[in-house]
């Protein structure tokens, strides 16, 4: 299965400003998922992000707040803009290869607190 | 719409015990099943993959169960240990789309 290497780990940023996470898949993979998780929550998908094309947002996310660039099949970034407390959460990515047999991997986790 | 549900939210045992988690799912159209562990402010580790045409899988001291018809999987830990205690979440896919998943359970195994 492919693994995944998520930046940051953990960040503290203020209100107003914003954060970029990276996903590094070390194989080339067709999609590509954002997920939020807020505190005591399961888990929530943003987006989907495709190769080539303008990622697919969930209802009640949309680009403006949640940029997300996908310049090539290993890689994809996902930003928080104009950050409030709110957008305090845990930001995961995911990809799913050969997925039959391997189902779906998680980055580590972006654990963001807005102050 | 796709809707898993995770009993129980939480659960305490004392270490050493055998204990089940239960996942519930609307659509039994699904794809595969997926347990997760995650520990506290961290990401997800797969456990246990089960296929929709598989019954069970099982890695070692995990079984986990898949009974697509009545839309429904267990999650086995024999002899729990205080590493175990963490959340563990079920999410089931329907071919190449996101996951869904439940709002997990979280267990504490104490020594």
């Known amino acids: 299965s492919a693994v995944i290497s998520q930046k940051p780990s953990r960040d503290i940023c203020q209100r107003g400003t914003s954060l970029t996470i990276q996903c590094q898949v070390d194989?080339?993979?067709?999609?590509m998922f954002w997920y939020r998780q807020q505190p005591g929550q399961s888990l929530t998908l943003i987006a989907t992000?495709?190769?080539?094309?303008?990622?697919?947002?969930e209802s009640g996310f949309v680009i403006d707040k949640f940029p997300i660039s996908r310049p090539n099949l290993t890689f994809s970034t996902l930003t928080v803009s104009n950050m409030s407390p709110e957008d305090s959460s845990i930001y995961l990515c995911?990809?799913?290869?050969?997925?039959?047999?391997?189902?779906?991997?998680f980055g580590s986790g972006t654990r963001l607190t807005v102050v | 719409k796709q809707e898993v549900t995770q009993i129980p939210a939480a659960l305490s045992v004392p270490e050493g015990e055998n204990l089940v988690l239960n996942c519930s799912f609307t659509?039994?159209?699904?794809?595969?099943l997926q347990w997760f562990r995650q520990d506290p402010g961290k990401g997800l580790t797969s456990l246990l993959l089960?296929?929709?045409?598989?019954r069970e899988q099982t890695s070692g001291r995990l079984n986990a169960s898949l009974d697509k018809s009545s839309g429904r999987s267990t999650l086995y830990i024999a002899a729990s240990q205080p590493g175990d205690s963490a959340t563990y979440l079920c999410?089931?896919?329907?071919?190449?789309?996101?996951?869904?998943f439940g709002k997990g359970t979280r267990l504490s195994v104490i020594a």
């Open positions: 992000a495709n190769q080539g094309s303008e990622a697919t947002y």
């Open positions: 999410a089931v896919s329907s071919g190449n789309t996101p996951l869904v």
């Open positions: 995911s990809v799913g290869t050969g997925i039959s047999f391997y189902g779906y991997t």
């Open positions: 659509d039994s159209a699904i794809y595969n």
């Open positions: 194989s080339q993979v067709t999609m």
């Open positions: 089960i296929q929709s045409s598989q």
